[in-house]
């Protein structure tokens, strides 16, 4: 049974679902004050916002960031309180070691960790309609490379079997050229057609203006493994055609996300001063600003910032015993975006390869090589994101000690 709730403060927690969301409300000495379900449509949380707004509740703990539970809490005018999952695992052996997990529980769990921690936890802070809809786009078209890339190896293997002949023809198997040859001549019977002139021709009347002549192209068709012809033939270029047509499909979403997120980053406050990165380019520098967002106080150092990217080490010690090792705890994306762009700054900034080098000369693996690119980087983009200014590499400290050197 409920214990007799008392007077004070009231907090919140929302153990958060696609189906049903399970609510629970303590006071300030940790007795429940109501427990109850909200299902996951628009007039229930609504009416969950007004419910604990009456139980003069005034901040809500929850597991994620974003969502339609979290924009209408927001809109109801509460406080909200992200308590990562991880966070939330280990406030629940507070109340038992069993580690057992049930959504009503967990509901409890988290308002009881803003009770008794909430002075430690600051409230979220929504970034910008514009940062949050750059966000959307970005990370659709990170999706659709991936199934992109998944297609494309699909579509590879399939021609190891089939038509073997079309693997290294063209620069790329997925480019557009390589799709157009592969829609015209798909299996071994239709290719053996041709001849070098009749290639020339096909190569002119697409516009085709690679580096190899017909000549070349010829002779690596020649040369290759001679493939399926027949019945099996046939079958392997059906596959080829429909896989084909699903790389130009998405090719094609990919070119229209593209252009969206070229004109939201060129209207985005920020947008400039990530593409003043070097290679950062549009949608590099869109992947950062988004991930990032446009809230500064939730990064009030390049420290926090770097330890949300995880790209600080993470260090633990006990009596004697010092160790330092990899932080798994972050942010996954923004970590991705940001070792991603380190990675690549490498080739145009020689600050950030000199960095590179000198890691590995100490013996750190490529992978622990580019998070030390990033933890230098996190300093720069730290400040210009902070000051409002783009990347200037003429007043960059390391540059110029660089240079001086």
Request: some cysteine; overall charge positive; glycine content about 8%.
């Amino acid at each position: 049974m409920d214990a007799r709730p008392s007077a004070g403060p009231r907090h919140a927690g929302v153990d958060w679902s696609w189906d049903r969301q399970a609510v629970c409300v303590i006071d300030d000495d940790g007795a429940i004050v109501e427990r109850f379900e909200v299902e996951h449509r628009a007039r229930a949380l609504i009416a969950m916002g007004d419910r604990l707004l009456r139980w003069d509740v005034r901040r809500v703990a929850i597991e994620r960031p974003d969502g339609p539970v979290v924009r209408s809490l927001l809109e109801a005018g509460l406080e909200v309180v992200v308590i990562s999952p991880r966070q939330v695992r280990a406030y629940r052996l507070r109340h038992g070691t069993a580690g057992n997990k049930d959504d009503r529980f967990d509901s409890y769990v988290l308002a009881d960790a803003l009770r008794t921690d909430g002075h430690r936890m600051g409230s979220l802070v929504p970034d910008r309609e514009d940062t949050r809809a750059l966000r959307a786009l970005v990370r659709a078209r990170k999706d659709l490379i991936g199934h992109r890339i998944a297609f494309a190896n699909q579509l590879l293997a399939n021609l190891q079997h089939g038509f073997p002949g079309a693997i290294g023809l063209f620069a790329q198997l997925d480019s557009p050229i390589s799709l157009t040859f592969l829609e015209r001549f798909p299996t071994v019977d239709k290719v053996s057609w041709l001849s070098e002139r009749r290639l020339e021709a096909w190569l002119r009347s697409v516009g085709y203006a690679g580096r190899r002549s017909s000549t070349e192209l010829m002779g690596h068709l020649r040369e290759a493994p001679e493939g399926l012809r027949g019945e099996v033939g046939r079958g392997h270029g059906i596959v080829t055609v429909q896989l084909v047509g699903s790389l130009r499909e998405i090719r094609a979403r990919i070119e229209e996300l593209d252009h969206r997120i070229a004109e939201a980053l060129a209207l985005h406050p920020d947008g400039e001063i990530f593409r003043s990165l070097p290679r950062a380019g549009v949608n590099r520098a869109a992947l950062l600003l988004a991930e990032m967002g446009d809230c500064r106080g939730r990064y009030p150092d390049e420290s926090a910032l770097a330890a949300a990217a995880g790209v600080a080490p993470s260090t633990r010690a006990s009596g004697k015993r010092r160790s330092v090792s990899f932080r798994r705890g972050c942010d996954k994306q923004l970590r991705a975006a940001l070792v991603d762009f380190a990675q690549d700054s490498v080739q145009a900034s020689a600050w950030a390869r000199d960095i590179y080098d000198r890691a590995r000369a100490r013996g750190c693996r490529h992978p622990h090589a580019v998070r030390v690119v990033a933890r230098a980087w996190v300093r720069v983009i730290w400040r210009c994101w902070t000051d409002g200014v783009p990347y200037d590499p003429s007043v960059h400290g390391g540059v110029i000690r660089l240079a001086a050197a």
